[in-house]
């Protein structure tokens, strides 16, 4: 069950990233909802690669095809398939390539998992690629949501050691968001944009790859979404992002830091203001006993660095059953950092909608 | 939906901390599995209040009953209920009490999630109290897990900044875990005990309370279990982990350190040991793509301190809307990470369990 | 998966005939929903044996017990979960019967399904009186129900060969359906009660039993309720119908008369009733495309004779592995069609209730 | 959610009539299963129209393209998607038509349930052109299945009031069901085709059409297949044949005949035959207690005549909310129960499949 989602909302994709095609159906929308296309396709060109030296020269033609549920410009209310052709697969020989398993990718435990028929080019239907139908997906969900005062956005909290500033440092609203999603770094503290780069420009350098954090967080969402226990709004949204390649770790609000510090210090106190109720502090990221209590939602998750790296790694060759090196040449993104933040915009969005649809 | 987990395997659990009772039904389990009650009593024992003066002095009857599923000593393959009647419940007035939102519990988004109509009563739906059934599912999962030579167990990592080593840094074996079950503090360090304690002393003498870690692992599951995306590994585990009451984090592998890092330095190498496939390290946690590599599980969740202390806070009085200050008596654990170790096992069980079934 | 039903509601079975309990939990009612116990237990009543001559002198001491999710007298939201104890079970020697596999009920199959392990006295957990618990819970879907302005009524349709109207022919309305519910035979020609009840009680004197169907419909359902495909209405209803055990078929509107008929016979043609559009007929049940269409809905199931007959049978012993006669001696109930009446009825509640919550 | 099925396998359909494109994913399928492509093509062309004087002229050029989860001719295991393009449309005026709600057909239903918003060119999603992604999903589970021992095959049992034997009239084996696959009008007395022939081109002949009944078996199948209760193989295929357009009853075995019958003339009494347990009679359709006995699995299915006829109608015009007479012009199958029986088995091998993968 790789490829179905939701209670309310049901997505599921499908795809490899040398085969036929990619893609995503979302059952489940309401009807009726104008979609924006244009604004899809900006959604899906923050995620796409080919852009700057900070990742993969690759070129992807992802322009998704909807194929259902969508008539007249709106939601028809019925599944929306949309598929994402692949259109520049070159016929490459794999050759001996695809016995030897890249440490950090997929390769061997899919092999194990799929007794070796698994698709094998280009890491098949684990590749990085299958997010594009998500941040797609996600796009429509991000506008729906819109239509309900609900606003999704994200930043680079972290690339390696330099650390971008916290939501919770910053004014935030909406319009910080809008103008965090057309940067190519979005960051809160733009004077730590050089050293990110530089960091990541140096990885690439030594044929290499570095990791980061991204934070997000959910503006205009009332008290009372989600539920105690299996579908608390932290399992359902760290459900969802693990389901995002290369995530190792999340945290809601204080996260971590919260297991070294005292009860008095992490309760969030609340006040009336005017006639709403909130809370001094968001020590807990909008959510407590798995419920939102009105706050802002506030989530960092922890991205690992790429994997596929051009420096010479040990490994085995499962098909002569022996150690092997391997080198992996190509285009590689030396960070994914920054193109992984649509990506969870989009699961989010998708987590989200399905809360409270 | 607060009660109902799983794919192949179904949980639903029911029950308010005031009310007659709570339980777990478990649906999907083999039949013809041998059940040692004894060895489910020592799991729940573990969990239960009452034991020493790191915990609260509230004793709790948790003696699960058994309706269904269950005959001669065997699992009968159909639903398994067991329920505990909540014996020791006092009459209490809860007055202007009810009124009062607790900071950093589920009070207030409770009240709006249900429109006033839930269990007010000791937390309700939301009491950590709910979690003894899912230690007893756990325990049964556990063993049928057994049977298939995998063994899960976990231990204190840290208490406030007071920290345990890693199970990367000692010799992780079956032996290892059984021993660390019958500790009150569960440690692979035990010199830090003394520390430990005092950091959770000092916590109780100020009426406060202090968080902490945990660490589990997953032993002897094989290569090659788990599904890419949506139903990865990571997924699985993260949603079960966020329905256990005061988690805010998890980490799998070295987690967030990995944002930190290089990509040569977090991939795990493959070798030959043998006819087996390892890795040389482990820091992606025995999982990736989703899938397990056949290295052992690791994980760590983030436990926030709990937020039940008995310093005077400020909140809200939302039947008189209007700011009111608050202090809640009664005996409160000072620190919950010792206790959440058998549930965080227990539901780390339920979730393996429906992988590998 | 035996136990477990629903989408946005969730309702999950448990219990042996002859174990501790059997019992029924309720996930995703709404909150606040004032319940009448009385009412419920009314429901029950119809349910239980041991009223007439018609059915078992066997008595069942079906008291549900609620243990969760009811709080003064409403519903609070979070799962209700209600037990009925097995009183009044005694400790049979069942001996040698156990290896004799009762033809038409699931003793064989069960005996496989579970490999030996299920408890098979009293039939176990394939035992009719699991359908308690189902008739408690769609006591309180239907309360739910009725607040929303949708009714449920049944009758007995036929038993053997002796037919009552149908719904089509009479007066349809919610008084007729609550004089229903208070006859031990509900008919809608009860003229035909005195031969319905000599063919029961024949097929008593002749050690044996007779089938019969039930017509059941659904009142003040709106149009636009469902799904096409597979969340149609008629999806949904029969997979609940077909939990009930007996049930061997269903037909919605005119059914199966339709495959005789001609397209101008069956479809129903609309008009304008002041506002509202109507169909001058209701071949299909208030159903077209799988969706509501404002009309009442109209289906019928057929229940097989019980198989419990006390006649000689040719049967096999499971544990000598040879044919064999089965004898099966204690008091049957020599027809099932009347008391199954308010647990089609239940599971229609639960079914409508997950559609329109 | 008119798009997911499953438990252990995930379908997921989308698509209308008149939009881009229709389409299915399959996800859950065991990896390395070599499918035969032209055997699916022949699937689909039992389906497809415009074969003959039987069904409608229209042509579809119903020529489904794998887009993923499939790989050198075996399935990857992965997410296997498949769309047709609907190439052959013409971009008709609907002009007032679509404010003509047609008699029996899902327009006025789907208008309610979307709002107004649904794609209503040919019937949109609720258009019976959907169910070629489902014999195409339904082809490639069958494959499995055979690979596992398990056919399945239907006839045509009735069309109007002509009547075709049963199959436990016959010598039921999988020869027999080959046989019956080619054939356009598939029975087991081959003599009544010409009055059955004759019946249908009566009802084209009045601008009208017919209804019938299918048969259904799966051969092959074990003992132990199954649950009680709620997903009970009676469920399980029932709500899958009610996803079926235009389908309106299911009986299992002798299914509605039972209910005239006593329990002596209904109960199957077992043997042994060697050392495999049979029955002397298959009264229940290879089910008793919701899980199968090793007997074939038999069920009949009732299809109402299509609505779509040529004859005048009454309806309502929705956009000027008054009374309106309707002339539905086109070519329009005069029976679809010849071109339903591929589908009748197709969603039979969907369910099959989903109980024993």
Chains 1, 2, 3, 4 share one sequence.
Not at 321 to 334: C, N, Q
Request: net charge neutral.
């Amino acid at each position: 069950m790789s490829g179905i989602w939701g209670n309310k909302l049901k997505v599921s994709i499908f795809g490899e990233s040398h085969g036929v095609g990619i893609g995503i159906t979302i059952d489940g929308l309401p009807s009726g909802v104008e979609i924006n296309m244009e604004d899809v396709m900006k959604e899906m060109a923050r995620r796409a690669p080919g852009k700057s030296k900070l990742s993969t020269a690759r070129k992807e033609g992802d322009v998704p095809e909807i194929l259902s549920g969508f008539f007249q410009g709106k939601t028809t209310g019925t599944p929306l398939c949309a598929v994402i052709r692949n259109s520049d697969m070159h016929s490459k020989d794999y050759g001996k390539l695809k016995d030897l398993m890249r440490p950090g990718h997929a390769d061997y435990p899919g092999f194990i998992r799929y007794n070796g028929f698994n698709d094998y080019r280009g890491g098949g239907h684990f590749s990085g690629r299958i997010t594009a139908p998500l941040v797609f997906a996600g796009a429509i969900c991000k506008q729906v949501l819109e239509a309900k005062g609900i606003s999704i956005g994200a930043h680079v909290k972290s690339v390696g050691k330099i650390e971008d500033k916290s939501f919770n440092e910053v004014n935030l609203n909406k319009e910080l968001l809008e103008k965090l999603k057309v940067k190519e770094l979005p960051l809160l503290a733009p004077e730590k944009e050089d050293e990110m780069r530089s960091t990541i420009l140096e990885a690439k350098k030594d044929q290499d790859s570095v990791g980061g954090t991204i934070e997000c967080t959910v503006l205009g969402i009332s008290a009372g979404v989600g539920n105690p226990f299996f579908d608390s709004v932290e399992s359902t949204l760290a459900h969802l992002m693990f389901s995002v390649p290369a995530v190792k770790g999340i945290e809601f609000g204080k996260g971590f830091l919260m297991s070294e510090l005292r009860g008095s210090q992490c309760n969030d106190e609340y006040y009336y203001d005017g006639d709403e109720i909130k809370t001094y502090t968001n020590n807990n990221g909008g959510i407590t006993g798995g419920i939102t209590n009105g706050m802002p939602i506030l989530f960092k998750v922890g991205i690992k660095p790429t994997p596929s790296i051009s420096k010479a790694q040990r490994t085995v060759d499962i098909c002569e059953k022996k150690d092997a090196e391997l080198v992996i040449e190509g285009r590689h993104d030396p960070c994914i950092v920054q193109r992984a933040v649509p990506v969870i915009e989009a699961v989010t969005a998708i987590g989200i909608l399905d809360l409270v649809i």
